[in-house]
């Protein structure tokens, strides 16, 4: 139970730096290259931020095999598609088409992408390290 404890921990300093990292996009890189193309890069930016947290916490959290690395990425995936269709649906009242199109491929939307990697990140940063 510890174990889940520390990971929602983590996966709320992940929520709060990338609600910050989106505002941030929204401000100054989609002005300058546009939504959709700012979406893109900041899902590979975004990417890199939790991957960082990951690895600064991953001994903190105490993951001790690649099932609990699996098993909190899954609550950090959880979690995190929990917010995402929330505070898009009950904050800024978008329409479920909308929050869905941020996760279609097939129109250049990569956040899936995202979400995958948010969700293996525990599970790279053992592998990196060698622990499985």
């Excluded at 917010?83 to 909308?98: C, N």
Aim: hydrophobic letters at 60%.
């Amino acid at each position: 139970m510890e174990l889940y404890l520390r990971a929602f921990l983590i996966w709320t300093l992940i929520a709060v730096l990338e609600v910050i990292h989106g505002i941030l996009r929204a401000r100054f890189i989609a002005p300058m290259i546009g939504d959709l193309r700012s979406r893109q890069v900041g899902v590979f930016s975004g990417s890199l931020l939790f991957f960082a947290v990951t690895l600064a916490s991953f001994d903190w959290m105490r993951i001790d095999s690649s099932e609990q690395a699996f098993a909190v990425g899954g609550l950090w995936l959880l979690c995190m598609l929990v917010l995402e269709f929330s505070v898009g649906r009950f904050v800024f009242h978008f329409g479920w088409k909308w929050l869905f199109n941020d996760f279609n491929f097939f129109k250049g939307r990569l956040l899936a992408f995202g979400m995958v990697f948010l969700a293996l990140s525990p599970y790279l940063v053992g592998k990196i390290r060698n622990l499985w």
